[in-house]
């Protein structure tokens, strides 16, 4: 589930569509939460399915540590990347803005954390990195930990609308962890180990 102040426009001919704020998103505040309309398919589901389907679900869908490939059924299925990306995953299946959103700007994942199966070469951002791996998960968890660990520093103080659709003991554990001061779990935990 998207936050309910973003809309799906048309960016431009080389990435399509993307998720936008209609609205200012600040810092900490969760920006898409995975639910139950999410629909989530083993490899062995996506293997039985017609090729133009199996083009659909490497398009549209990301893997979760299962190896599952997760497909959102609402605007979520388009956000796109940015290695200067507004929005992170967390380990509680839902993403936090990790700094704050402008109307009018894009919402964005680094796909670098998705498990993708195939490095690829998204438009040049101008930035140090040019390609996301499919391990860049484990070259990157620390940098995008210290970026989450700031979001959720601001998280109990920023509005929340999409906080009914985290689980109560899970929204409970994150609470009790921030009033501790204890760490949360790090992104690592979202990466699927092919050869497990």
Not at 117 to 129: K, L
């Amino acid at each position: 589930m998207m936050h309910p102040d973003t809309e799906l426009r048309f960016i431009n001919e080389e990435i399509g569509y993307g998720v936008v704020a209609k609205k200012f998103i600040p810092r900490g505040t969760i920006t898409w939460v995975q639910d139950e309309l999410d629909q989530m398919f083993s490899v062995s589901q996506v293997e039985k399915m017609l090729p133009e389907t199996q083009n659909l679900i490497d398009k549209y869908s990301f893997r979760n540590n299962k190896g599952e490939f997760v497909l959102c059924w609402d605007l979520a299925k388009y956000v796109n990347h940015s290695f200067k990306a507004n929005c992170l995953s967390s380990a509680y299946d839902f993403e936090l803005a990790v700094r704050d959103i402008q109307p009018g700007e894009q919402l964005t994942d680094d796909y670098g954390y998705l498990n993708i199966s195939e490095p690829f070469e998204p438009q040049d951002e101008g930035t140090e990195r040019k390609t996301v791996y499919p391990d860049d998960l484990l070259k990157y968890h620390k940098e995008w930990d210290e970026q989450l660990e700031g979001a959720f520093k601001v998280f109990e103080r920023v509005s929340q609308p999409l906080m009914g659709f985290v689980p109560n003991e899970t929204m409970e554990m994150i609470r009790t962890r921030l009033r501790r001061k204890a760490p949360l779990d790090s992104i690592l935990n979202l990466y699927y180990r092919e050869n497990n």
